[in-house]
């Protein structure tokens, strides 16, 4: 005798599910293209902001060397503006 008989209806097996197919040569290039632009633009939000203060810093440490500021070089330049634009109204 056996207590199989009070147990409900058996659920059905699971079934498994076929593979997905592979992706086509034009799917993968589709991968590989987001995948890189996706990394460009993550080494450009990283690069950017170096390269700008490398940039800044070089500017100022030259100034520097030569024993000037930017605020003298732009005072300087806007003296030789005013200069020539007298030099025009004659």
């Known amino acids: 005798m056996s207590g199989d008989l009070n147990e409900g209806p058996l659920a059905p097996a699971a079934t498994v599910a076929p593979p997905s197919p592979k992706p086509t040569r034009r799917e993968q290039r589709r991968q590989r293209r987001r995948r890189r632009k996706i990394g460009e ?3 450009a939000w990283i690069l950017v902001p170096v390269i700008l203060f490398a ?3 070089a500017v100022n440490s030259s ?3 030569f024993g000037t500021t930017p605020s003298a070089v ?3 330049l806007k003296q030789v503006k005013t200069a020539l634009e007298k030099r025009e109204t004659r």
Do not use: T, V
Request: glycine share 8%; charged share 15%.
């Open 74 to 76: 732009f005072d300087q």
């Open 63 to 65: 100034l520097a060397f």
């Open 55 to 57: 940039g800044y810093w």
């Open 41 to 43: 633009e993550i080494l």
